[in-house]
């Protein structure tokens, strides 16, 4: 019997441990959070995180992949459609193990282990939106600039002329105060 890279076997043979990551990772994609060991949990979370990584390629091939390990089609669809388009942002780090105590029965160390379906952080998040409205409004911009110039341009002559009727009119204002006095 083969020994994984990661720890000793999780049951009894690999066929087993096979099966079992399976089932747990379909029962991860559906309800989002579950609870379990610390050692199951650590050896889930890569088994998972691989398979949301073919989730969000989105091709038919790793669909049919996915469908190879997780015989359920429609954990299976939820995971191809909610899950990738809620970490499509996201470059890895899909899922979170949280460590909750012991368990009373055998005394076990148990984990939560968690997709990770927020946003990658609200900064990241603002400074990509922020980026992206600058990509756009950059060629609008640029038309601005163009137009303010035409209209500068048209305009100057234009005030030109209405500062020196201003200047005019100041100076017959000036003697016509002078006489007041």
Excluded: C, W
């Excluded at 060991?37 to 091709?59: H, I, N, S």
């Excluded at 911009?141 to 500068?152: D, I, K, M």
């Amino acid at each position: 019997m083969p020994t994984p890279t990661k720890g000793p076997r999780l049951g009894g043979g690999p066929a087993h441990e096979r099966l079992m990551l399976a089932n747990l990772a379909a029962a991860l994609f559906e309800h989002k959070r579950i609870t379990t060991t610390v050692t199951k949990a650590k050896r889930l979370k890569p088994y998972a995180e691989r398979l949301v990584t073919f989730a969000k390629r989105g091709d038919l091939s790793s669909r049919r992949r996915v469908l190879g390990l997780i015989s359920d089609k429609g954990i299976v669809h939820e995971l191809f459609t909610d899950i990738a388009g809620a970490v499509a942002n996201r470059d890895g780090g899909y899922t979170r193990i949280t460590k909750i105590g012991n368990r009373k029965g055998d005394n076990a160390p148990m984990a939560v282990i968690e997709l990770v379906l927020e946003p990658v952080s609200p900064k990241q998040a603002v400074v990509a939106e922020a980026t992206a409205a600058a990509a756009k409004a950059a060629p609008a911009a640029e038309e601005e600039v163009v137009e303010t110039e035409a209209a500068e341009t048209e305009e100057a002559p234009a005030a030109e002329a209405e500062a020196a009727d201003a200047e005019v009119a100041e100076t017959e204002e000036a003697p016509a105060a002078e006489d007041k006095k």
